[in-house]
Each structure stands twice: as structure tokens, then as C-alpha cells.
Nanobody, 121 residues
Framework: QVQLVESGGGLVQPGGSLTLSCAAAGVMFSVDFMGWYHQAPGKQRELVAGVTSAGLTNYVDSVKGRFTISRDNAKNTVHLQMNSLKPEDTAVYYC???????????????WGQGTQVTVSS
């Protein structure tokens, strides 16, 4: 059984910083894409930032220049460094990873439990 365990959310003032971390635990054969999504009340979940196993990254336009995603392939962890936070960044943030648990099975999408990020003065 694979689990994604998140940490690092919380309350921060506008202009502040937070780092989200996510660790994949369990029996894994390989981990492909890892990323962070967010979902604000009444809105759809959307991709914030993602990174492939080769280290290629992509970001939604609203966070470019402020957020940085990184991963440690040896530890199966992914981090999201969030700087210059704005009230509109307030949302529940979910870790996502595409994981194969065995070489004979396809990749499956796994999700973390979500962590609340609130940007407010």
C-alpha cells in the first residue's frame, strides 16, 4: 500500500513563505510525475507545480517566480517552496504522484490527504 504523507501547511501573512513536503511511503517500483495541486473553496482542483523523474518542472502562471518545486528521487519526496505568498494562494494543497508498485502493473495516481495553506493578515 502506497501513501503520500504531507506536511508544512499553516497560516502565514501576505509576503511570507512556507515549504510543503510530501513523502511517498510503501512498496514502490518506480515514481514518475510528482506534483502539487491546490483547491480553493468552490473551485476545481488545479495543478500548481509538477516535476518529472528527470527533473523537468512546470508551474501554473500565477506562481511562476514565487514557488519552486523540487524532488529527491532517492527518498521519494517532493517539496514546494512558496515565497511572496498572496491571499489568493489560500487553498488546500494536495500532493500527487504517479507510482508503479511493480514492473508488471501500470502507473497509478496517488494523492495525499491535503494540507491547508492560509495567507491572511
Amino acid at each position: 500500500q502506497v501513501q503520500l504523507v504531507e506536511s508544512g501547511g499553516g497560516l502565514v501573512q501576505p509576503g511570507g513563505s512556507l515549504t510543503l513536503s510530501c513523502a511517498a511511503a510503501g512498496v514502490m517500483f518506480s515514481v514518475d510525475f510528482m506534483g502539487w495541486y491546490h483547491q480553493a473553496p468552490g473551485k476545481q482542483r488545479e495543478l500548481v507545480a509538477g516535476v518529472t523523474s528527470a527533473g523537468l518542472t512546470n508551474y501554473v502562471d500565477s506562481v511562476k517566480g514565487r514557488f519552486t518545486i523540487s524532488r529527491d528521487n532517492a527518498k521519494n519526496t517532493v517539496h514546494l517552496q512558496m515565497n511572496s505568498l498572496k491571499p489568493e494562494d489560500t487553498a488546500v494543497y494536495y500532493c500527487n504522484a504517479r507510482i508503479r508498485t511493480h514492473m508488471m502493473v501500470p502507473y497509478v495516481n496517488y494523492w495525499g490527504q491535503g494540507t491547508q495553506v492560509t495567507v491572511s493578515s
